[in-house]
């Protein structure tokens, strides 16, 4: 195999991204809800790009039996057509589907009547409809959408919801994703409703101003509306593609590269989310089906795999028909938002890494590509590179279809091609204009190359995978020392622990390389790996003591919780099955949202509790890994959190 340096070049060289541009630009036009005529007409331009590279077209019936992941869709929902207008106490159209197609929320049932409009404020909590009669009227509401419909149809009976909290997911001012600098953006939304299998009433997304202009016409007196809805919901089919590059001698394993093409229900025709990335896994396989042919990289030894699905629900639906398929699976590389224009939309290319519970070399190998494709800049005087894109490695986030793999039902290695902030993200100024061919060939050159390392990994290319590793757990390291003198002698004993954690992951990172090999060749290089995870967590030892003697503390272990020994285990088969949970335990959405609020990082830590709830690793050992990774988690918290999934027989011990 060639180096990883040799290996981005030679893609850099064959990927073309104006050939995935222009692939972008002819998906993101098409409405595409799952099991639609446009989401197939987006998988036929797929087909078509890909030329010869061998494919194939799989089909999952969908309807209100159908169980794909947690998040499946219970039928397919077709929309024809949707207006709202104001008739009193004037007479105007505020949306129209055929105009924009965004205005109509995903699973909006057909309609025809007038009704009441009632502002309720943020629209997501019990306390915003204390007091107010919303039966058989419009709630207009600035709150998270899917809350908002929950609240509003499925516990207070109100015919619809217009939907105006779009400036939500981007916190940071600078990125200018706020109600001024977009007063006329419409976000995709949906209605998510209680009960998938049987969805009622209808949505639309406006705009801040024209939730402005309603909110003008109720300080003035009654509004009445008109809503006209032409739409079904129906049993059917959601369809992918898959395509291979032919391995060699381990054929038999495989690489995945997982994009999607449409999200759900959803209406969003947006080109970086979601059309980008599978632009972007056409055209990598188009490049290295080429590199191949011209002799300029030698066939990978595993096969490579290209998944074209609905998000999530596709990767269930792919792995749930065959569970072998997973088993042949050594690691993913999922392409989300790839081709953002950074200058337009204020993005950063992330690299989200694999959670600790999942350890692997990939996020380290997957950041040094990055790397590698990032320094084309030249100093301005003499030839040094320097870095002229910008990326960064974030920790593990789910969100995507990465998040199915690295599931502990399945604990396969994937990682995450993302790019965030986007001030255009889920609107539709999300347009081919706000993608970059130049985004497209570097995100696609570097995910190609780690891909293709994976798959075409020996063993003296494997010791260049350990030595990136361990250089990147040493840095990780060196930044928790320097984190924890910052934050002061009395945070030391949680920085200290942190530090030896990072250690101990990364021995096992380090020894995820060996398991890329056939026993026989990874004795070769067994010595190097196990002498190398041995130093590494004697530095982080070291590093430990450098931390407490520049802080002049000590790290005394605290007390073990009573509950600390308890070995819990799923009972669940696959992924969290969030519907059956929400049917059992009717207060666990409310809950969950409480607890979101209230720590922002309480979905990843829960992510990874449930993880490693599988009877082999103690609460005391598990909380110790989830507080180095995402910060403050106690036994207490976990057995709380726990507590009604056992009562419920979803976790054991």
Known sequence: ???????????????????????????????????TAGAAKCLDLCVAALGDIASERLRFPVDASSRYGPHGPSGVWNPRAGRLSVVEPERRLVADFEREPMVLAALSRTADGAHDLVDVGAGDRAEHYEGKDVAGKVVLADGGGREVARMAIDRHGAAGVLLAGIYRGVDDPAVRRNKYDLPDAIVSAGLSPEDPGNPRGFGFALSYRQAEELRALLRKGPVRLHVAVDADFGPGQME????????????????????????????????????????????????????????????????????????????????????????????GVNLD???????????????????????S?????????????????????????????????TPFASASDHAVLVD??????CVFFFE????????????????????????????????????????????????????????????????????????????????????????????????????????????LVERRASALVEAAQAE???????????????????????????????????????????????????????????????????NLCDGDHDLGGICRLVQAEFGPFTVARAAEYLAPLVAQGFIGE
Not at 361 to 387: F, T
Not at 432 to 459: C, M
């Open 1 to 35: 195999m060639p180096s990883l340096a040799d290996a981005v070049e030679t893609f850099f060289r064959h990927y073309s991204g104006e050939r995935a541009w222009q692939l972008d630009a002819a998906l993101a036009v098409v409405r595409r809800p799952v099991g």
């Open 361 to 393: 070399c990939m996020n380290d190998v997957g950041l040094h590509v990055l790397s590698l494709v990032a320094n084309r800049g030249r100093l301005h005087q003499g030839d040094l590179a320097i870095p002229n894109f910008t990326y960064t490695a």
């Open 408 to 413: 502990g039902a399945y604990r396969t290695p």
């Open 544 to 610: 430990r003591g450098r931390l407490l003697d520049t802080l002049g503390a000590d790290a005394a272990p605290a007390a073990p919780h009573p509950d600390a020994g308890r070995r819990p285990r799923r009972l669940y088969a696959g992924s969290f099955p969030r519907r059956d949970v929400e049917s059992r335990i009717p207060e666990w959405s409310d809950r969950e949202r409480a607890a979101g609020r209230d720590d922002p990082r309480h979905g990843q830590k829960t992510f990874e509790l449930l």
């Open 240 to 331: 992918a593609v898959t395509a291979i590059i032919p391995g060699g001698d381990l054929a038999g394993e495989e690489v995945w590269v997982i994009a999607h093409i449409m999200e759900g229900h959803s209406l969003m025709v947006g080109a970086n989310d979601n059309c980008s990335g599978a632009a972007s896994g056409v055209e990598i396989f188009r490049a290295m089906r080429a590199a191949i042919a011209a002799g300029d990289l030698p066939a990978p030894r595993r096969t490579v795999r290209l998944l074209l699905v609905p998000e999530i629900s596709g990767t269930h639906a792919y792995i749930e028909g065959d569970p072998a398929r997973i088993r042949r699976c050594v690691g």
């Open 420 to 527: 965030w902030p986007d001030r255009f993200y889920h609107t539709n100024h999300d347009t081919p204009d706000k993608v970059s061919p130049d985004t497209l060939r570097r995100t696609g050159t570097a995910a190609g190359a780690l891909a293709y390392a994976f798959a075409a990994a020996d063993a003296d290319s494997v010791r260049e995978l350990v030595a990136v590793a361990d250089s990147g757990a040493r840095r990780r390291l060196a930044a928790a020392v320097d984190a924890g003198v910052a934050a002061g002698a009395d945070h030391a004993a949680e920085w200290a622990e942190r530090v030896s954690v990072i250690g101990e992951v990364g021995a096992d990172t380090l020894r995820t390389a060996r398991t890329l090999l056939p026993v026989a060749e990874a004795d070769r290089v067994s010595h």
């Open 337 to 359: 938002m790839v081709g953002a224009d950074h200058a337009l939309t204020h993005a950063i290319t992330n690299l989200v890494c694999t959670p600790w519970s999942v350890p």
